[in-house]
């Protein structure tokens, strides 16, 4: 078995598979910045080992030290993933995310 560091910058541009959204990757991107979904390619931040490859919905938004927090599901395994919102990202999606009940 190979082990795989805990992250690993891995910057590549992306078009949304939800949206359509083109996204330029920073190396820390790992979600759509227009409607927030992102995709299970991880099983550790930029390792691209994950085999699923399933959309990730945007379930939740919290806030830790100041920042959102987005959960995001996995739409075919039902992994979950906390990740940082962006700069970039839509307020918008954000608070229409944060407005909707829980879907947990």
């Given at each position: ?66 920042e959102y927090i987005i959960l995001h599901r996995c739409t075919t395994c039902g992994f979950e993933k906390r990740n940082r919102a962006s700069k970039d990202d839509s307020f918008d999606a954000i ?10």
């Amino acid at each position: 078995m190979t082990t795989t560091k805990k992250f690993q910058r891995t910057k590549e541009d992306f078009t949304c598979e939800r949206c359509g959204f083109f996204v330029r990757g920073s190396g820390y991107t790992n979600h759509c910045s227009q409607c927030l979904w992102s995709k299970h390619v991880d099983v550790n931040p930029g390792d691209r080992e994950a085999t699923c490859h399933g959309l990730m919905e945007p379930v939740e938004v919290g806030t830790k030290n100041g920042e959102y927090i987005i959960l995001h599901r996995c739409t075919t395994c039902g992994f979950e993933k906390r990740n940082r919102a962006s700069k970039d990202d839509s307020f918008d999606a954000i608070v229409k995310i944060s407005s909707n009940p829980s879907k947990r």
